[in-house]
């Protein structure tokens, strides 16, 4: 960019993956709109990046950016996440899991992103799109009210100057450091719950699954390998993402996440990371050994979240900036395309019809609402990941309501729509009591089961059944999903109580009820609602993702 004092419709700044996502989105559904992002060079920061493991929304966004032959040359295709119970948790010599994934392929199958090169690329595709670029620092921003323009100062460290730039919205994915959030809003830090993560980059290693013990309801339909793996332990689980790097070479990203006060010790180097894998999973510690670590970095006590993600005023929090994420699920990048969707309909309606401060409270705590929701759970989850079919079970229920529910809502644009969210924030707030009465119908049923083993599995519903592949679906069609979530939640508690005994209907009458009611209510009144009707959204999704037609 060459006038460093300037004005622009929109700045962004920070110039990692939240923010190159942003203003590329912007600039693709709004053309006219002038977007400048304010970051050190892409690809030429020494930060720690992680090697992301993609899901449905965020898959989408990148094909939509036609983002999809550069991903299948580049990057590793990714079929599912994969589950691994240990059978014999307190035994660290035994071997032997049950394995939980897909069993069939995905219909939209996603890809494992090698970092920074990914970045490299969605920074061109930002460039190709008109984005501008100032490479430096931005050092303060000063906030305008009401429809004042804001302004942002900083160093152009390309040109050796200051500059000034004057924009109408501001968005802060200055990740962790949230130069501007920290100015308008506050940060929450729960102090129970919190969670750390120690991870690496591993080259040269012996494959993993030969060394274990599987046990499967039925083979997976694809190599197993191209999936995310997780590895559940107590207080902890691991991952493995499966990247290719520079050259085409194999490569793993492997991580621990753990909660600090459900998990005793404490992982800073490779060495405790290999301690720790040896008393739970020998096979990964084995791996590890075998191969050449490339990298490592840890994170500790690091969940935050801002109060405040969006304001009337225009400014807006996306990716860590507005909040920091337990990875379970890989929903990271996905939440964050949500958030990105909302601001471009925010700044849409600024500059056309106009949208209320009410409005954009709606659409927020919608964000919050989902976002909330899912780390809450996470959270709890590691008080159950070592009792295998506990920890299954939770896993059932909430892959259930991302494929049935929160997708479908997703790709027809329902959480973009402020009236929608409003009254979507009281269907998901209904689901909190049952969802609760199902937790403990599953640590019931895992109580009285005691040990199990894949036999045990293999009387539970088939998870091929409960999820959802094609939830890119109509609008008309939204309805029909939502009441076989709530269908296909009753069904799985009535399967555990046909299971372990009618002792524990207890509890379940009334949410079974209800889940019954709202599943054909859901069909028929509900999307009467005028706020519900007339949604809808255009996108431009090529043909089946991760296939050689996307
Ligand atoms: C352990 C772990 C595993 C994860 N795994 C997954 C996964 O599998 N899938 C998934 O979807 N998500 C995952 N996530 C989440 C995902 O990695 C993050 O949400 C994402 O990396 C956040 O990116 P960001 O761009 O918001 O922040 P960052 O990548 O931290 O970028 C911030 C940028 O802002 C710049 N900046 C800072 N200060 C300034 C300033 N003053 N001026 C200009 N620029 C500035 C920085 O230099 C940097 O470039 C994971 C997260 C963690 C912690």
Known sequence: MGDPSTARDVVVLGSSISALMTAAWLKHRQPELSVTVVGPRVGEEQ????????????????????????LEARHELKNGLTFY??????DPSD?????????????HRARQLHRPAFDIE????????GVEFVEGRASEVEVGRGRAEHRVRGEDSAH?????????????????????????????????????????????????????????????????????HHFMGKGNWIWGIPLRGEGGERLLSMGITWRPDLFEGDIRSIDDFLAQAEGEHPAIAQMVRSGRVLDAQHYRNYLYKAEQVYSGDGWFLVGDAAGSVDPLYSTGLSMTVVQIEQIDEIIRRRRGPGISNAEIGDLQALWMMIAGLRQADIGDQYRTMNDPFHACLRRYWNLCGWFNGVLPLWFNGYFS??????????????????????????????????????????????????????????????????SRLLWKRARLRLNL??????????????????????????????FRHPALRGVGVQRGVPGRAGSARS
């Open 47 to 70: 930060r720690p990046v992680v090697g992301e493991s993609l899901v449905e929304p965020a898959i989408l966004f990148f094909l939509e950016l036609g983002m999809g032959p550069y």
């Open 95 to 107: 071997r032997r899991y049950s394995v939980h994934m897909p069993m069939d392929e995905l219909y």
């Open 160 to 228: 050796g100057r200051g500059f000034e730039i004057e924009a109408s919205f501001v968005v802060d994915a200055t990740g962790r450091r949230r130069l501007l959030g920290r100015q308008v809003t506050r940060y929450l830090r729960p102090d129970q719950a919190q969670r750390s993560a120690f991870w690496f980059r591993l080259a040269d290693f012996d494959p993993l699954l030969p060394g274990l013990e599987l046990s499967w309801r039925r083979p997976a339909r694809y190599d197993l390998w191209l999936s995310t």
């Open 417 to 482: 729509d402020p009236a929608a969210a409003r009254v979507l924030r009281r269907f998901f707030a209904a689901g909190v009591g049952s969802t609760q009465a199902a937790w403990a119908l599953f640590e019931g049923v895992s109580k009285q089961l005691g040990t199990v083993d894949q036999s045990d599995f293999d009387r539970l519903l088939d998870f091929d059944w409960l999820i959802n592949r094609r939830f890119d679906c109509r609008p008309e069609e939204v309805r029909k999903h939502l």
């Open 122 to 129: 969605l920074a061109r595709v930002a460039r190709r799109l």
């Open 497 to 526: 109580i046909s299971m372990a005994g009618p002792r524990h209907l207890s509890g379940q009458i009334a949410p079974l009820v209800r889940e019954f009611i709202l599943a054909a209510l859901v069909r028929t009144l509900v």
């Open 85 to 90: 119970h240990k059978l014999a948790p307190d």
